[in-house]
T-cell receptor, first 115, second 114 residues
Framework: SAVISQKPSRDICQRGTSLTIQCQVD?????MFWYRQQPGQSLTLIAT?????????ESGFVIDKFPISRPNLTFSTLTVSNMSPEDSSIYLC????????????FGPGTRLTVT | AQKVTQAQTEISVVEKEDVTLDCVYE???????LFWYKQPPSGELVFLIR??????QNEISGRYSWNFQKSTSSFNFTITASQVVDSAVYFC???????????FGTGTSLTVIP
């Protein structure tokens, strides 16, 4: 298993600003992902963070709004840019040891409120 | 179409009762993987079990058991003698062999009443 930490755990931000969320894994992992979970809802995949190259975004999510970095095999960041109240959500980082069929381990999440 | 369906949105049981959470999935892949996760009120997602499509044996872990039936595309989760600490949202998920994405169900919120 992998232990994942996220910073910050929560934040309250003003409309129009940006927030960068950090995700740290305690071991090298092949795959890292970013999810959004809106209140009372399921998880929606934002993107797969690729080490050394641009992230792979899911439909409805774009790099300008959610830039992602992954400089190495244990660390990734997600930035929520030009925030609006609709971006208020829990943002979760996850990691998997290999590409397919492996369980994902999740960070504790970052609870974001945009006012 | 929804790849993972959890028809039960909310369930309430009295402590010590057994409860089954339903999960139905849809895939064209012959190789796929199914998962259950628990999300307690604190928010973190806890991995419970992984099962691949070639292993239809039921699994038991303490008070938890899982019933995988390919014929009905179901992967149901039973908690025996439920406890208050079991109160959480439970998610079923599917990973296909053709991609990296997990498809999560909408979750079942379980409340165990003391």
């Amino acid at each position: 298993s992998a232990v994942i930490s996220q910073k910050p755990s929560r934040d309250i931000c003003q409309r129009g600003t940006s927030l960068t969320i950090q995700c740290q894994v305690d071991s090298q992992v092949t795959m890292m992902f970013w999810y959004r979970q809106q209140p009372g809802q399921s998880l929606t995949l934002i993107a797969t963070a690729n080490q050394g190259s641009e992230a792979t975004y899911e439909s409805g999510f774009v790099i300008d709004k959610f830039p992602i970095s992954r400089p190495n095999l244990t660390f990734s960041t997600l930035t929520v840019s030009n925030m609006s109240p609709e971006d208020s959500s829990i943002y979760l980082c996850s990691a998997a040891q290999d590409r397919r069929g492996y369980e994902q381990y999740f960070g504790p999440g970052t609870r974001l409120t945009v006012t | 179409a929804q790849k993972v369906t959890q028809a039960q949105t909310e369930i309430s049981v009295v402590e010590k009762e057994d409860v089954t959470l339903d999960c139905v999935y849809e895939t064209r892949d012959t190789t796929y993987y199914l998962f259950w996760y628990k999300q307690p009120p604190s928010g973190e997602l806890v991995f419970l079990i992984r099962r691949n499509s070639f292993d239809e044996q039921n699994e038991i872990s303490g008070r938890y058991s899982w019933n995988f039936q390919k014929s009905t595309s179901s992967f149901n989760f039973t908690i025996t003698a439920s406890q208050v600490v079991d109160s959480a949202v439970y998610f079923c998920a599917l990973s296909e062999n053709t991609g990296n994405q997990f498809y999560f169900g909408t979750g079942t919120s379980l409340t165990v009443i003391p």
